[in-house]
């Protein structure tokens, strides 16, 4: 696999031959006059052939795959200041992922991913839902609170159900039974891309089940959620969203990290408290057109990468290589880690690095500026 390599498939469809036209026996009717010297004649088969549109070319997207307005009911801004805040900062799409709710913005966008019609000069909503479940007394347990978060980001539901979708597994203690009927809620929905939110928050996430949610279909888990830095990072008993992701990956199997803000609160510049779960902080950057379903399509293929403030230029295979190169645009001082099997095999320093594949498994890089913030590239196999 390639990261950001992807081709366009052009088709041709013939015209069906036409059957000739029948001709009576009899005398044919004499032949219309010739035009006059000078009058125009055209003929259809000289008509200059239309020019096929110019195909959009894919650039880099700034976008949150989860986001939450006044529908979750655990926060209190209305979807068009939410939109607001995120035009405003430069984005160029979000998911609106209000809990067990897929929110609509413009009745005539259903049936689409999209919550309103696409513009050139607007930001684009993507339609979602966040299916939450909050029990108690998971199996594999948790921590000694007993607290278990299943939470399951859906992103580009085509389906509206109104009002609060009702979905959860209540019969079984098992967190697979949860998360699949999680599965099976985005299923009907008809979602297009599966994420897994926070999958640390009260611990109980494994590499075991991790995998087998990615045999079932989920394509995306968070690995930088800022409002869970304690979970993100693991402890000594519990291993930290980034190695529970290279635990899936060293079993062949394609998993993608993504970094998001979960944002519930969206404070004004220069406003004395950002609220208890703050916008900003965490995002992915898609290489796509601009476009809804194309931008589906790259975050389902991985052609993206996760980031808490670095900014790259480039995350792209030549010559059986992983090259990066930090926005030349960016200060401060740059670290790649790269990482094989969950070890850091390799370090670069500076605003380029290059480190070649290996010849089985996979190759990602973690990248940090001198201020805390990071990117992470998604993983790349021959």
Known sequence: ??????????????????????????????????????????????????????????????????????????????????????????????????????SEIDRDTRGSVALRAPDPKQLIVISGIELTHNPSGCLPIGDKTKKCRIHVNVLGPTARPGGKLEWAERHSHQRLDMYAAALSAAKALGGAVVQINHPQWFWGMTGDLLAELVKRGVALVEIANVQFTKWNLGDKDHPSTEQLWDDVLERGLTLWGTASDDAHDYPAVGARSKGKWPA???????????????????????????????????????????????????????????????????????????HELPPTGYLRADVRRDDGTQAWVEPVRR
């Not at 059957?19 to 219309?32: F, W």
């Not at 010297?37 to 959009?56: F, I, K, L, M, Y």
């Not at 194309?294 to 995350?315: D, N, P, Q, R």
């Not at 295979?317 to 390799?346: R, S």
């Open 1 to 102: 696999m390639k990261l950001f390599a992807w081709c366009a498939v052009l088709a041709s469809c013939a015209a069906p031959d036409l059957a000739p036209a029948l001709v009576p026996t009899t005398t044919s009717p004499p032949s219309p006059p010739s035009p006059p010297r000078d009058a125009a004649v055209v003929s259809v088969t000289e008509a200059a052939p239309q020019a096929a549109p110019p195909v959009e070319p894919e650039v880099w997207l700034k976008g949150s795959t989860h986001v939450h307005a006044k529908a979750s009911g655990d926060a209190s801004t209305s979807i068009a200041d939410v939109i607001t805040w995120y035009e405003e900062r430069g984005y160029d799409f979000l998911v609106l992922t209000d809990h067990n709710r897929v």
């Open 280 to 354: 900003g902080g965490g995002w992915v950057v898609v290489k796509a057109r601009r476009d809804p379903q194309a931008i589906l399509e790259a975050l389902a293929a991985g052609h993206f990468y996760a980031s808490t403030g670095v900014v790259l230029a480039k995350a792209e295979v030549e010559a059986n290589a992983l090259v990066i190169e930090i926005d030349p645009t960016q200060a401060g001082a740059y670290t790649t880690d790269w990482i094989e099997a969950g070890k850091v095999v390799a370090t670069d320093r500076g605003m380029t690095a290059r």
